[in-house]
Nanobody, 117 residues
Framework: QVHLVESGGGLVQPGGSLNLSCAAS????????MSWHRQGPEALGTEREF???????????AYSRSVRGRFTISRDVTKKTVLLQMTDLQPEDTAVYYC???????WGQGTQVTVSQ
């Protein structure tokens, strides 16, 4: 059974940083591409916005235009985790962030990130 658990969200001021983590289990982690998505408060009921993706090998990454240069995705095969390092956070980054594994409709429960004074 695929299980994804996100953590690391919280409240941060504009310009601040947060590191999100996604712990994976129930599948062969080394064979799955992983990605982060988000859903902001004004986007409830709509499709989650793509944020970043990392290939199964970890050699290839991709970012949305809105986060490129500020966010970094990585993976730790030993710990079976996917990390999202977020810097220079802005109010528009406020959202619930979700981790996703390829190969099916596998999502975590999400972690809230709030950027506010």
């Amino acid at each position: 059974q695929v299980h994804l658990v996100e953590s690391g969200g919280g409240l941060v001021q504009p310009g601040g940083s947060l590191n999100l983590s996604c712990a994976a289990s129930g599948f062969i982690f080394e064979e799955a591409a992983m990605s982060w998505h988000r859903q902001g408060p004004e986007a409830l009921g709509t499709e989650r916005e793509f944020v970043a993706r990392i290939s199964s090998s970890g050699l290839n990454t991709a970012y949305s235009r809105s986060v490129r240069g500020r966010f970094t995705i990585s993976r730790d095969v030993t710990k079976k985790t996917v990390l999202l390092q977020m810097t220079d956070l802005q109010p528009e980054d406020t959202a619930v962030y979700y981790c996703k594994a390829s190969g099916g409709d596998y999502w975590g429960q999400g972690t809230q990130v709030t950027v506010s004074q």
